[in-house]
């Protein structure tokens, strides 16, 4: 039986790792490498590394901690931000990554995610999509979370996921930040709604809201977090110990 | 020495250093006198079966990978690497493998409940079924890193499924030729002991 994934989401801007609360108020962490090949050992299923720079420098930086860090870290590593067109793809795929994850890209040429998995396998492209309730609907914001498109949430996930997403993550700025668990309503209404993984992102605090998200969503696959496993309120193993004593399938 | 078959599919940095991290020289090649000179051979392969099939034999190394195997040399293939050594492909259409185990590739939509999820992607437990040198280091309960379509059906030579409504082949052996349809370059330290063990083979 396939386990439920613990994934940690690393922010990446000029070489360190930061999040943001509420996608504002950015405040720096500790080494990628380093942080990466903690989580690895204390396992963690998955990594995502996000790109937040903006200059050419910084992407040149996070390449090379990308490279770095696939030399070492033996888990699937999904890589995310500023991937606009397939040349994004292939810089980061020849680096090590094996999964990209694509947002405002996918908003800005709906082609891309087609083009990507025709040339790379459904597998290897993911949709990141960041949804809020806005006027009695869920709508997909871009550019992190600051910029609403006025696109209705599902059917846009449904699109992607028809032109070859392999994965989902969805990321919901209502709970995001907020530390009171996921946005379980949301996740149930995209899970319905496609049938290939989907990743909750967005309002994990303690490790009851795990367990919380994985028992009343069982078709939810995989849970993402950053700050609290950043600033150790949640430790990976004890949240994997916790997991398997209440029955959902871990690997520990 | 292990040559990785360069044969122009997929991304071999992560595997290329996956055997680095467990102190083995691993080279990416496509020429003959270095996989023949290799200790250990790794057929790698992502993607579709019919595309990389065809690269296979049009660059000449399936031919090269045939003959290493008469050879008695250890042989590894891995994720579309293993399924490339099997008879034929049913992955759209029908394809002719290397054929150096019994066995044919299926879609996994064959014999899982429906409703679940296609491809089988995430880490599965590995049950063994038969010993072999590659589980050396395997402990109960081990998990790896699994995604993938198809799978091999009609094959008496799994040596290891993973449980998925039904039992998925996920790992084949005959002599010296070994394939995993798991990714142990991406399954953490049980991966890289499945490795270490292939190469104490």
């Keep these: 039986m396939i386990t439920k994934r613990i994934i940690p989401c690393l922010d990446v801007k ?60 033996f888990i699937p590593l999904t890589v995310g931000g500023g991937i606009n067109t397939l040349d994004d793809f292939d810089r980061v795929l020849k680096c090590g990554a094996d999964k990209v994850s694509v947002n405002s890209g996918a908003i800005r040429n709906p082609d891309l995610i087609y083009e990507a998995a025709k040339r790379y396998g459904d597998q290897c492209v993911v949709i990141s999509a960041d949804v809020k309730r806005q006027d009695g609907m869920f709508r997909v914001y871009a550019k992190g979370g600051r910029e609403d498109t006025g696109m209705e949430a599902i059917g846009w996930i449904r699109r992607c996921v028809d032109n070859g997403a392999g994965e989902v993550v969805l990321n919901s700025i209502d709970t995001d930040g907020v530390k009171g668990g996921f946005d379980l309503e949301m996740l149930e209404a995209v899970s319905n709604a496609v049938s290939v993984p989907v990743i909750a992102s967005g309002g994990a605090g303690k490790i ?15 849970g993402l977090a950053a700050s609290i496993f950043h600033f150790g309120e949640v430790k990976i193993a004890d949240l994997k110990a916790a997991m398997a004593e209440a029955g959902i399938p871990t690997r520990v | 020495m292990i040559a990785i078959i360069d044969y122009g599919v997929g991304n071999l940095f992560s595997l290329q250093s996956s055997f680095g991290a467990i102190g083995e020289e691993a080279v990416v090649t496509a020429d003959e006198k270095v996989i023949s000179a290799a200790d250990r051979l790794i057929l790698p392969g992502v993607g579709a079966f019919e595309d990389a099939a065809t690269k296979l034999r049009d660059t000449g190394m399936a031919d090269v990978v045939k003959r290493e195997a008469a050879s008695g040399k250890p042989i590894m293939g891995i994720c579309l690497g293993m399924q490339l050594l099997l008879d034929k492909s049913f992955e759209y259409g029908e394809h002719e493998g290397l054929g150096l185990i019994r066995g044919n590739v299926r879609p996994i939509a064959d014999v899982i409940d429906s409703g679940l999820k296609i491809p089988h992607i995430g880490w599965n437990r590995l049950i063994v079924k038969k010993p072999s040198p590659l589980f050396k280091y395997l402990k109960d309960g081990d998990c790896v890193y699994f995604v993938h379509s198809y799978y091999a059906a009609d094959c008496d030579d799994a040596t290891s499924v993973a449980e998925y409504s039904a039992e998925l082949t996920a790992s084949i052996e005959r002599g010296n030729v070994y394939g995993c349809q798991f990714h142990p370059e991406k399954s953490g330290d049980v991966g890289l002991k499945i490795l270490k063990a292939f190469c104490e083979i």
């Design chain 1, 14 to 73: 000029n070489g360190r790792v930061v999040k943001g609360v509420n996608f504002e108020g950015l405040s720096d962490v500790a080494s990628p490498v380093e942080l990466a090949q903690y989580y690895s050992s204390c396992g963690a299923d998955e990594l995502v590394f996000y790109d937040i720079t903006a200059s050419a420098e910084g992407r040149a930086l996070f390449t090379d901690i990308l490279t770095e860090t696939a030399k070492k870290v």
């Design chain 1, 208 to 222: 009851e809201d795990f367990i919380t998200l994985f028992k009343t969503l069982p078709k939810v696959d995989a």
